[in-house]
C-alpha cells in the first residue's frame, strides 16, 4: 500500500503539525496548497523537524483537475482536508469568499477523492457546528447540531452535509469529519506555529503577541457571562494531539474492509475559561501579562467543551497535553518568530 497522503492546506497551521505526526507515523505526506493563507517559511521548519524535504503540489483545492491528475499518477492512501478559510470574524465580513473557497474546495477535493478512485477521506470540521449549544455546555457527537450564525461555522455545517450526501449516494466510500474544538499551541521545536496573518482572530495568538509587545494589551471580550469566572469558556487542545488525532482517523478509516462514514469530537473533555488561559499563560511563562475586560464580542458561544467518549472508543485517541504545555509551547514559538525579525 502507498504510504503518501495528500494533504490539503498542508502548509497551514494544524496541517504542518499533521504533516509531522503523518511522517512520524511512517506515511509520506504531500502537501497541497497555494499559499494564500500560509507562508513558504513553514516548509523550512517542516524540513527541520522531519529532516527532509516535504513533497509539494502547489496549487488551488478547487483545481480538481491538477488533483485528479495528480492522483491518476500518484497513488496516494489518504486524503485530509485543511484548506480552508478560518476566521469567523471576516467570514461575516466577506462571506463569498468563504462559500467559494470553504464549500468549492471541499467539493473539488471529494469529487477528486471519489469519483475516480476510492481514497480514504478526513474532514477538518469545527465544533462551530454546534452553535451556543442550548443550556448543555459539553456536547457530544449526538448533541443536535444548529445553524451557526457566522459564514465560517455555517460552511463546516455544510461540508458534513455533502460529505453525508455522498455517502448515502456511495457507501463503499471511507469517510471521517473531525470536530475541532480550540487548537493552540506549537510544535515543541519551535519550528512551526500559528503563523496568523494580520491582525489575529484567535485567543492566543493575540496572548503571545501582547506579551511580546506587538499589541499594548489584550482585550478581553466580556467578564458578565454566567460562567466559572465570568469570562466564556472553550476547549483548548494542543496542535500536536490534534495532529496526532488525524493519523488515529487515517488509520482507521485504513482499516476498513467497507465503506463508513464518522463523525468524531477532537477536544480535551474539558474547558477552561479566557481568564483560565491568561493565568495559565503567565504562571508557565513567569510574566504578567497586560489585559482589560472589553463588551462582550458578538456571536462569541458562552460555554462549550466536547465529549471525548466517541473519539477514544473508535480511534484509541484522547488528548495527552495540558493547557500548560499549550502556552508554554505558545509563548516559545512566538519568541522564536520575533527572533528572526
Ligand atoms: C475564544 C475566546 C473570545 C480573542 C475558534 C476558531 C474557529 C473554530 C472554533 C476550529 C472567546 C475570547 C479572543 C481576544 C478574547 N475552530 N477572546 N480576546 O471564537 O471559540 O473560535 O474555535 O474550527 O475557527 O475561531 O476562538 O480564540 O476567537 O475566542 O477575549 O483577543 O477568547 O471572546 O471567548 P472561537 P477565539
Known sequence: ?????????????????????????????????????????????????????????????????????????????????????????????????????????????????????????????????????????????????????????????????????????????????????NPIGAHESALIGELPIGKPNNLLPFITQTAAGIHEKLKIFGADYPTVDGTCVRDYIHVVDLAEAHVKALEFLLKQQSGCHEVVNIGTGKGSSVLEVVHAFEKVNNMALNYEFAPNRPGDVIEIYANVDYAEALLGWQAKRSINDAVRDAWRWEQSIRAKE
Open 1 to 181: 500500500m502507498s504510504k503518501k497522503v495528500l494533504v490539503t492546506g498542508g502548509a497551514g497551521y494544524i496541517g504542518s503539525h499533521t504533516i509531522v505526526e503523518l511522517s512520524k507515523a511512517g506515511y509520506k505526506p504531500v502537501i497541497l496548497d497555494d499559499f494564500r493563507n500560509s507562508d513558504e517559511s513553514v516548509l523550512k521548519g517542516l524540513r527541520g523537524i522531519i529532516g527532509r524535504d516535504i513533497e509539494l503540489l502547489k496549487g488551488d483545492v478547487s483545481n480538481t483537475a491538477l488533483i485528479q491528475s495528480y492522483l491518476r499518477k500518484e497513488a496516494v492512501c489518504g486524503i485530509i482536508h485543511f484548506a480552508a478559510n478560518k476566521a469567523v470574524g471576516e467570514s461575516v465580513e466577506k462571506p463569498l469568499l468563504y462559500y467559494q473557497n470553504n464549500v468549492e474546495g471541499l467539493v473539488s477535493i471529494l469529487k477528486a477523492a471519489s469519483e475516480e478512485q476510492n481514497i480514504p477521506f478526513v474532514f477538518s470540521s469545527s465544533c462551530t457546528v454546534y452553535g451556543e449549544p442550548k443550556g448543555q455546555k459539553e456536547v457530544s457527537e449526538q448533541t443536535a447540531k444548529t445553524i451557526p450564525t457566522s459564514p465560517y461555522g455555517f460552511t463546516k455545517w455544510l461540508g458534513e452535509q455533502i460529505i453525508e450526501d455522498l455517502f448515502h449516494s456511495n457507501n463503499q466510500l471511507r469517510l471521517m469529519s473531525l470536530r475541532y474544538f
